[in-house]
């Protein structure tokens, strides 16, 4: 009996010294990515609750959906996309979360946005990957959901219910009217979003 429980010992404390091992390497793996990628950010695509509370994208809207062309384009820069990401995913978050910052890396077809959340004195980076595919679609979707340099869509089925609630965003936008057109196409460049818009 006392060998059994001596083997149970042993079992016990090889798996606690694992599960520390690992956590300790995730956790220096994090610091460095995190200082590697604080390092290279462009202040430009940088987006705060300040510059997300000053941006009005209201006459831009308006333009879009009262003009009298059949088809109309919509162009929002990183700035002003940003910050209309910030206010969303802000208002997503419990009371224990705030959204710090939003930075874009922006590229023809592929965006990854980045969020920085804090949960009391932790601070933690989140990405996800917005694509487009090269036909005249507004469907945009999302491949992977990263925290740091971690893979986290690869264990938890987040990527199916993110891409059914973009799917379901743009079929509510467009049958309900909500910008005043129909959205037939949605760009990813490297600088902007363009939206076309045709009139009902």
């Given at each position: 009996?006392?060998?059994?429980?001596?083997?149970?010992?042993?079992?016990?404390?090889?798996?606690?010294?694992?599960?520390?091992?690992?956590?300790?390497?995730?956790?220096?793996?994090?610091?460095?990515?995190?200082?590697?990628?604080?390092?290279?950010?462009?202040?430009?695509?940088?987006?705060?609750?300040?510059?997300?509370?000053?941006?009005?994208?209201?006459?831009?809207?308006?333009?879009?959906?009262?003009?009298?062309?059949?088809?109309?384009?919509?162009?929002?820069?990183?700035?002003?996309?940003?910050?209309?990401?910030?206010?969303?995913?802000d208002s997503y978050l419990g009371e224990k979360l705030n959204l710090e910052k939003i930075y874009i890396e922006p590229s023809n077809s592929k965006w990854v946005i980045y969020s920085q959340?804090?949960?009391?004195?932790?601070?933690?980076?989140?990405?996800?990957?917005?694509?487009?595919?090269?036909?005249?679609?507004?469907?945009?979707?999302?491949?992977?959901?990263?925290?740091?340099?971690?893979?986290?869509?690869?264990?938890?089925?987040?990527?199916?219910?993110?891409?059914?609630?973009?799917?379901?965003?743009?079929?509510?936008?467009?049958?309900?009217?909500?910008?005043?057109?129909?959205?037939?196409?949605?760009?990813?460049?490297?600088?902007?979003?363009?939206?076309?818009?045709?009139?009902?």
């Amino acid at each position: 009996m006392k060998k059994f429980f001596h083997s149970i010992l042993i079992l016990i404390s090889i798996l606690t010294i694992g599960v520390l091992i690992s956590l300790g390497y995730m956790y220096f793996k994090y610091r460095n990515w995190e200082k590697s990628f604080e390092q290279d950010l462009n202040i430009d695509n940088l987006i705060d609750q300040d510059i997300a509370k000053s941006t009005d994208l209201g006459a831009k809207i308006s333009t879009f959906a009262l003009s009298a062309e059949d088809v109309e384009f919509l162009q929002l820069d990183i700035s002003e996309i940003g910050s209309e990401i910030y206010n969303t995913l802000d208002s997503y978050l419990g009371e224990k979360l705030n959204l710090e910052k939003i930075y874009i890396e922006p590229s023809n077809s592929k965006w990854v946005i980045y969020s920085q959340v804090r949960y009391e004195k932790f601070l933690i980076w989140f990405s996800f990957d917005v694509n487009k595919d090269s036909i005249q679609s507004a469907q945009i979707y999302v491949t992977q959901i990263n925290i740091g340099p971690f893979r986290i869509s690869k264990y938890v089925n987040w990527v199916d219910a993110v891409n059914t609630g973009i799917a379901d965003s743009i079929i509510t936008l467009n049958e309900n009217g909500l910008v005043g057109r129909y959205i037939e196409n949605i760009e990813l460049l490297n600088n902007s979003v363009v939206l076309k818009g045709s009139r009902y």
